[in-house]
């Protein structure tokens, strides 16, 4: 069974950058789909980001243009850069693999949900 393990939120000013890691146990990082989701309070889990096994991306319409996904497959880690950060991306940030559906641009999260790094963005 795969395990993920998300590091690298904190608490940072607007317009401030930060970059999350989901590091990865096992062998099957590399055929994955992997994601990022968040979840703010009260709010339900949204996909953030998806990259499939062979580098393609999504983003949701919230953080186009200003994060960006990717992947480390040697190291099995997967990485969030977040710029331009809005008060309204404070959340929890959650990573997992799965499949990703280009055709609706859809994430199935097939994973165990981990503990999540937690994202504030306050001045």
């Known amino acids: 069974q795969v395990q993920l393990v998300e590091s690298g939120g904190g608490l940072v000013q607007p317009g401030g950058s930060l970059r999350l890691s989901c590091a990865a146990s096992?062998?099957?990082?590399?055929?994955?789909?992997m994601a990022w989701y968040r979840q703010a309070p009260g709010k339900q889990r949204e996909l953030v980001a998806a990259i499939t096994s062979g580098g393609g991306t999504n983003y949701a319409d919230s953080v186009k243009g200003r994060f960006t996904i990717s992947r480390d497959n040697a190291k099995n880690t997967l990485y969030l850069q977040m710029d331009g950060l809005k008060p309204e991306d404070t959340a929890v940030y959650y990573c997992?693999?799965?499949?990703?559906?280009?055709?609706?641009?859809?994430?199935?999260?097939?994973?165990?949900w981990g503990q999540g790094t937690q994202v504030t963005v306050s001045s």
């Open positions: 096992g062998s099957i990082f590399s055929i994955n789909a």
């Open positions: 997992n693999r799965g499949i990703y559906y280009g055709f609706s641009r859809t994430f199935s999260a097939l994973g165990a």
